[in-house]
T-cell receptor, first 117, second 115 residues
Framework: EAQVTQNPRYLITVTGKKLTVTCSQN?????MSWYRQDPGLGLRQIYY???????DKGDVPEGYKVSRKEKRNFPLILESPSPNQTSLYFC????????????????FGEGSRLTVL | AQSVAQPEDQVNVAEGNPLTVKCTYS??????LFWYVQYPNRGLQFLLK??????LVKGSYGFEAEFNKSQTSFHLKKPSALVSDSALYFC?????????????FGTGTKLQVIP
C-alpha cells in the first residue's frame, strides 16, 4: 500500500529537549515536505526537498532542521523545542514527474501532534 | 508571492442540497490549483486538481471544481451533499512554471452537512 508514515503520532516533550519526527514514503517520490497546521492559519510549509541531499526552506523554517540522506526518508529535527512549536505536523510527498506530466498532488502522512511544555 | 483565500471558516448545508466551498487565489503566471479534504485525526487527502484544459474539473467522491481565470477562483462544488462529506477542506495553489514550486494552502473551510 502506498503511504507516507510519520512517527511518533503523538508526543509531549519539554522545552529544550531535542526531538526528531521521522517521515518515510514508499512511493519512490522525489519531492518531500513538512508542514505545520495551526488553527486559523491553515498549513504552512517548514522545509521541502526536491531530491536526495537537496533541501530548502519553506515559509516557517525557524527552529527546525531537516536532512534527506535517502530518497524515502525526510526527518524533521527540533534541536531545542519551544512552546510555540506546539502544533500538528504533516509530512507529504509527491512525484515530480509521472508519465511526462507534472502530477503535483501531495500525499500526506497521518500527522504528528506535538506538545512542548 | 502567491496566496489563497478561503473566505468562509465554516459552511453549513442540509443533506441532499448542493454545496459550494469558495476559494480565490493569487499567483504570478498560470496556476496549478488543488483541493484537499481532511477528516478528523487524519492527514489531508487529495480531491481534485486543475492543471490546464477544461475549466470544470471532476474529482473524488462526486466533487467538482470550476476554474475561473477572470475571477481567480476555484470553488469546490457537489450537487448533493452527504453527511459523510463533513470535514475540513483546503484549497491550494502552485505556480505553473518550471520546476516544483512552493504549494500555498488556504486556511481551510469546515463543511458541516446537517442530516
Amino acid at each position: 500500500e502506498a503511504q507516507v508514515t510519520q512517527n511518533p503520532r503523538y508526543l509531549i516533550t519539554v522545552t529544550g529537549k531535542k526531538l526528531t519526527v521521522t517521515c518515510s514514503q514508499n512511493m519512490n517520490h522525489e519531492y518531500m515536505s513538512w508542514y505545520r497546521q495551526d488553527p486559523g492559519l491553515g498549513l504552512r510549509q517548514i522545509y521541502y526537498s526536491m531530491n536526495v541531499e537537496v533541501t530548502d526552506k519553506g515559509d516557517v523554517p525557524e527552529g527546525y532542521k531537516v536532512s534527506r540522506k535517502e530518497k524515502r526518508n525526510f526527518p524533521l529535527i527540533l534541536e531545542s523545542p519551544s512552546p510555540n512549536q506546539t502544533s500538528l505536523y504533516f509530512c507529504a510527498s509527491s512525484s515530480v514527474r509521472a508519465g511526462g506530466m507534472y502530477t503535483g498532488e501531495l500525499f500526506f502522512g497521518e500527522g504528528s501532534r506535538l506538545t512542548v511544555l | 508571492a502567491q496566496s489563497v483565500a478561503q473566505p468562509e471558516d465554516q459552511v453549513n448545508v442540509a443533506e441532499g442540497n448542493p454545496l459550494t466551498v469558495k476559494c480565490t487565489y493569487s499567483v504570478s503566471g498560470n496556476p496549478y490549483l488543488f483541493w484537499y479534504v481532511q477528516y478528523p485525526n487524519r492527514g489531508l487527502q487529495f480531491l481534485l486538481k486543475y492543471i490546464t484544459g477544461d475549466n470544470l474539473v471532476k474529482g473524488s467522491y462526486g466533487f467538482e471544481a470550476e476554474f475561473n481565470k477572470s475571477q481567480t477562483s476555484f470553488h469546490l462544488k457537489k450537487p448533493s451533499a452527504l453527511v459523510s462529506d463533513s470535514a475540513l477542506y483546503f484549497c491550494a495553489v502552485r505556480r505553473n512554471s518550471g520546476g516544483y514550486q512552493k504549494v500555498t494552502f488556504g486556511t481551510g473551510t469546515k463543511l458541516q452537512v446537517i442530516p
